[in-house]
């Protein structure tokens, strides 16, 4: 059977769903379609099942690419304010967390039922179970299924990146890219625990489930927010955020006590050994991690001079992380199809008229907390509006 469209965008996730609604509000006929079984999986398990939907203080300093200046245009053209509009005329309850974060007060749930009904109210039609045997192009793109062909002067890729696999990841939208001959930014995990090797593993890792608010840093990039230790390493917000800048070989340093004099009390107090240090770390680190610490680092005498050492490691702990938990445990794919390569207003393929790229597949990668969303709502409006 053939489909003839205006429009046919390739995956339901978020940037695909809310561009299949722009184009369709303004009476483009559009065809969105995903090998899935449901639309928007990702968006359920987002936020712990709460969807980090945007987040209200978006900047583009917020986003890695090769070209830190692509992002700029659709972001500015669409806002948080602009998304936070539409899920209050859903009448969806929110609540902001820590730092600007957005969160359902139910369920993401609420978020995919939104952009699915602003789909049906704009006439976009989803094919589900749509497994993509071939793309070309000809007059027009050609677009063919297991069941059916499907045919457009228009094709939006917005297939998503590498992460997750087991919810169906995989890199279409790469070769796709390829395909037409347009270049890819190498892809790496983003926003992905940390492993540790040898003797920081023997170390540290029997300590899993301890975790501490931190200064993590690499050398051009810091965040402070929490770090957990796990069974193979280091995650948690503050460990995530890194691991987008970390590059495998490269150390990190972590700031146990940002802005804290660990050290103070025993050198205020009436002793100098074990016990008060002791002491004293367990007022600033969680216990384990205290002890532990201590263990490790403990001076031979407790002189000023190995007071300010052991002060200055806390703040300073350097490691070197043998890899990351990869896409299986990655949050997003960081990399993708070059923005050398597209129009920072449109999302449109410079090279191929009528063909656009948006969301994750893009070489546009967000930091934690909402902002991966709201590049995949500002890229999807910048092509829907477009089509």
Known sequence: MTHKFDAVILGAGAA???????????????????????????????????????????RPENFLSANPHFAKS?????????????????????HEKTLGQLFCDRSAQDILDMLEAECRAAGVHIFLHSRIREVRRTTEFVVRTDAAEFHAPALVVAT???????????????????????????????????????KDRSRYCNLAGVSAEVLAGTDAHAFREKMLITHRGLSGPAILQISS????????????????????????????????????????????????????????????????????????????????????????????????????????SRKVPGLFFIGEVVDVTGQLGGFNFQWAWASAAAAGRAL
């Open 74 to 94: 659709a972001l500015a053209r669409y806002t948080p304010a602009d998304f936070i509009a539409l899920v209050e005329k859903h009448r969806i309850l929110f």
């Open 160 to 198: 998503g990146g590498l992460s997750i696999p087991k919810m169906g990841a995989t890199g279409f939208g790469y070769d796709l890219a390829r395909q037409f001959g347009l270049k890819i930014v190498p892809t790496r995990p983003a926003l992905v625990p940390l492993l540790l090797g040898g």
């Open 245 to 348: 800048y970390w590059e495998k070989g490269h150390r990190i340093r972590i700031d146990l006590a940002p802005e804290r004099a660990v050290t103070a009390a025993i050198r205020e107090g009436q002793a100098r050994n074990m016990a008060a240090a002791r002491s004293a770390f367990q007022g600033v680190l969680p216990k384990r991690f205290a002890e532990r610490w201590l263990e490790l680092h403990k001076p031979r005498a407790w002189t000023n001079e190995a007071l300010a050492a052991l002060e200055r490691q806390v703040h300073e702990w350097t490691l070197t992380p043998a890899g990351t938990e990869g896409y299986d445990k990655a949050e997003v794919t960081a990399g993708g199809v070059d923005t050398a390569e597209l129009s920072s207003k449109t999302m449109e």
């Open 16 to 58: 695909g769903l809310l561009c299949a609604a722009e184009a369709g509000k303004r009476g483009r006929r559009v065809a969105l379609l995903d090998h899935a079984e449901r639309a928007g999986k990702k968006i359920l398990i987002s936020g712990g099942g709460r969807c980090n939907f945007t987040n209200r203080h978006c």
